[in-house]
């Protein structure tokens, strides 16, 4: 399964397995907490900065060791850097120390109250330890968060986080909930569709399909999931349309070259 996926400074969307966050360039945007910016800077919120900068590289490129180093100093440097909190908690998860992973996300929290990001952030963790109701409290807050620019996403990983607790009923409410605030929103119509496979609705994982295809540009995931459907149907002129479409357009997909291939039929591992 899949997260829909946003992070700064730890960012991108996508999968419950959960989203894969992937750590992107890490810039302040003048959150709360966040260390100013421009000849406002002490010299050590400047330190901070170009050492959290170098922590969160490391980090990306999987140098633990050096990550920490810099990380750990640009905390000693100015320790009210919300941001910066959010990547040592990121830090503390690969090194597989949760105690400091809910240390940081907290922090950062009490830093920046206001900041829909690191709430989701911290969301996401919580998912992935099986937190479930703590998780989801805090994708909901994100999406009722007026400054939050994607509420559809936090509803998308709500279901997904309730989803991979089984907690289907709950899950299509939040599916539902993203859909309704962008209808173009194909992770979160994916997810339902795979999710009503699942649990043997094929009509509806269909429907779903069907409409969205019908309306919006295509994903490989969707086209796939169509394929599926329709094998599982036994519609074999639609199984050939969906599968023509996959190979003219994600020639290139793990998705096309899974199907491709005789087992291509099994249901793709949710994680």
């Not at 900065?49 to 750990?72: D, F, H, M, P, S």
């Not at 936090?154 to 309730?162: D, K, Q, R, S």
């Not at 599926?228 to 599968?243: F, P």
Request: glycine share 6%; proline share 4%; aromatic share 8%.
């Amino acid at each position: 399964m899949k997260l829909a996926r946003s992070f700064c400074g730890l960012a991108a969307v996508a999968t419950l397995a959960i989203v894969p966050l992937l750590l992107a360039g890490c810039s302040s945007n003048g959150r709360q907490g966040s260390q100013l910016r421009g000849d406002s800077q002490t010299d050590s919120q400047k330190a901070s900065e170009i050492n959290k900068q170098l922590g969160t590289e490391y980090l990306r490129q999987g140098n633990i060791a050096l990550a920490k180093e810099k990380l750990e100093r640009a905390e000693k440097y100015n320790p009210r850097d919300a941001e910066l909190h959010s990547v040592l908690a990121v830090l503390y998860e690969r090194l597989d120390n949760p105690k400091l992973v809910d240390e940081h996300y907290l922090t950062a929290v009490r830093l920046a109250p206001k900041d829909p990001q690191i709430s989701n952030n911290y969301a996401v963790y919580l998912c992935r330890q099986g937190r479930t109701d703590e998780g989801v409290k805090r994708f909901l807050e994100s999406a009722r968060n007026p400054l939050y620019r994607t509420p559809e996403l936090a509803f998308t990983n709500a279901g997904v986080c309730l989803r991979r607790a089984k907690r289907y009923d709950e899950a299509a409410n939040s599916f539902s909930r993203a859909l309704q605030i962008r209808a173009n929103n194909s992770e979160a119509v994916f997810q339902y569709a795979d999710m009503s496979i699942e649990r043997g609705d094929l009509t509806t994982a269909k429907e779903q399909v069907d409409k969205f295809l019908g309306l919006y540009d295509a994903t490989p995931d969707l086209l796939a999931t169509g394929v599926r459907l329709t094998r599982a149907l036994g519609d074999r002129m639609g199984e050939e349309k969906y599968m023509r479409r996959l190979r003219v357009e994600f020639p290139a997909s793990p998705q096309f070259r899974q199907l491709a291939e005789p087992t291509g039929a099994a249901k793709r591992n949710p994680g």
